[in-house]
């Protein structure tokens, strides 16, 4: 399929709210953006878990990066994240508490610790998920 439509990174959270519901926008940015949820078939029902793949496989990692600080290799995991995905997991945290309907944002991501590397923002985006439901 070939996509004419134009498109912007903040489509992909246009797509996100409409497909599962998010109470949405979160700027106007995103309120602005084209969708293409579109592209996507919803089912009335999750799939049954037989008929999902029981292992995925992962392409190798060739190339990978390590950042350096002082000469000492800083892992992946232990990256702190830049301004972006800072934004990103607090507007995680939002939708998540809208869905839930938890109460205010702020008291949703007070509640645990907030993430402050990859890993943790990585941990932090599993258990938003789950409390979705995803």
Not at 5 to 15: A, D, E, F, G, P
Not at 32 to 52: E, I, V
Not at 106 to 120: H, K, N, S
Request: proline content about 9%; overall charge neutral.
């Amino acid at each position: 399929m070939v996509e004419n439509r134009n498109l912007q990174h903040t489509s992909v959270i246009k797509m996100a709210t409409e497909m599962f519901g998010l109470a949405g926008p979160l700027n106007h940015r995103e309120s602005s953006a084209r969708s293409f949820a579109d592209f996507f078939t919803q089912l009335a029902a999750p799939r049954a878990q037989t008929d999902m793949p029981t292992r995925l496989n992962r392409p190798p990692l060739r190339q990978t990066v390590s950042s350096v600080v002082a000469g000492i290799p800083v892992a992946p995991p232990d990256e702190p994240f830049d301004s972006l995905t800072d934004e990103w997991v607090k507007g995680l945290a939002e939708l998540t508490a809208r869905r839930t309907g938890v109460g205010a944002p702020t008291a949703t991501v007070l509640a645990e610790p907030v993430p402050t590397t990859q890993g943790e923002a990585a941990d932090y985006v599993d258990r938003c998920l789950k409390k979705l439901g995803l």
